[in-house]
């Protein structure tokens, strides 16, 4: 199949998200901007559509997809129990980029959840998404839109990248806003717990919700969601990650025989000699979340033996940066 590659503006946006939802209701699949990342959608009530999202990304299928609302009428009926707490959660972070897990209601069949009964919702604010749900009239199953275990594309182009002859249609919405995928929590436990760090803090929940857990697999308590595998995420360069600006130059000259790219903070000393990606300033976490994959993917088209990354301490943002190198990294 040729992918259909359409950029959206003012003046075509309509009938491009109106092809696009065609495309849905007929039980294709297509990728589309959200804030967190670009996502693969497809009709998350019909289990053929839901299928070809797994192919197309060649994702296992025992890694259950998110599905995608715009409504809380839309959110209610995929659901099938509703605790006390999801009316301040809806109320303070959706539509964001967060995503909880709670029972799954009858309608949504087995393939999305690889047979959980729990389901991952999410309800995004991007507009293109958003506009392109509502378009649809159904709730919208989508992984990221990556080959699996590849970095999660951040532009249409890195979608173009990895799906090309793959999938029916690309939506250019331009470059996401977040650049980390959106907070896993799961709200089925008897606290609520996040699975995965991403694009709503952990101080943003528990300045709402209170004390909130953290069960990773790589950090915290050991972990429950099935598509938090500890290697992921992986360039096909070897990822080395440091804690600091000296550990960077003993590494950098420990492989002068290699090939080196370095995702290089703005502020730190500027390096002769090496491919350098230009990631931002050191602690802007938003600024460096959002350019990560970007980084990651420039350089490993480089062809390069190592990439050498520093790796935040973890606070805000930067736990989902820390979380997603520490995968690439495993
Ligand atoms: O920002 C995002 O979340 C993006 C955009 C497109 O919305 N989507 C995304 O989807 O990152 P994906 O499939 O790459 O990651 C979904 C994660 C997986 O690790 C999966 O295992 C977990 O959510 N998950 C899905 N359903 C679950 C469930 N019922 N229980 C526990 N974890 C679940
Ligand atoms: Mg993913």
């Known amino acids: 199949m040729v992918t259909k590659y359409l950029k959206i503006d003012d003046k075509n946006r309509d009938l491009v998200l109106e092809e696009a939802a065609s495309l849905l209701k007929m039980g294709e699949v297509v990728a589309f ?39 809380l009428e839309m959110l209610n009926s995929v659901i099938s129990e509703k605790p006390k707490i999801l009316e301040k959660i809806v109320k303070s972070f959706m539509p964001g980029a967060l995503t909880v897990i709670l029972p799954k209601s ?21 507009p293109v998404a958003l506009e392109l749900i509502e378009k649809a009239g159904v709730p919208i199953a989508a992984p990221s839109a990556n080959l699996f275990n590849h970095p999660s594309p951040t532009t249409a182009q890195h979608v173009l990248d990895d ?16 650049g980390v995928e959106s907070t896993v929590l799961d709200l089925t436990a008897d606290k609520p717990t996040i699975l995965r760090p991403g694009g709503v803090t952990k101080e943003d929940l528990e300045s709402v919700i209170g004390i909130v857990r953290v069960k990773t697999n790589i950090e915290g308590e050991g972990f429950k ?19 600091s600006e000296k550990e960077l130059k003993e590494k ?9 790219g370095v995702m290089l903070p703005t502020d730190w000393e500027r390096i002769e000699g090496i491919e350098i990606f230009e990631w931002g300033k050191w602690g802007d976490w938003e600024g460096l979340a959002k350019k990560m994959f970007r980084g990651i993917r420039d350089l490993d088209k480089k062809e390069l033996d190592i990439i050498i990354c520093p790796l935040p301490l973890g606070e805000d943002l930067g736990s989902a940066i820390r979380d997603r190198l520490l995968r690439a990294a495993a």
């Not at 497809?42 to 990304?57: C, H, T």
């Not at 949504?108 to 729990?118: G, L, R």
């Not at 950098?252 to 080196?260: A, E, G, S």
């Open 33 to 71: 901007p959200t804030e967190t990342v670009y996502g693969l959608g497809g009709n998350a009530l019909d289990k053929n559509a839901v299928s070809k999202i797994f192919e197309a990304k060649k994702r296992p299928s025992w890694d259950p997809l998110i599905v995608h609302v715009c409504s």
């Open 106 to 126: 009858e309608i949504i069949p087995e393939n999305v959840t690889a047979s959980k009964n729990t389901i991952a919702v999410r309800w995004p604010s991007h």
């Open 163 to 178: 799906l090309s002859g793959r999938i029916e249609m690309i939506i250019d919405g331009g470059e996401v806003s977040i």
């Open 225 to 243: 969601s099935p598509g938090m595998s500890l290697k992921h995420y992986s360039p096909k360069s070897k990822l080395v990650l440091v804690l």
């Open 252 to 260: 950098i000259v420990k492989n002068l025989n290699k090939k080196i």
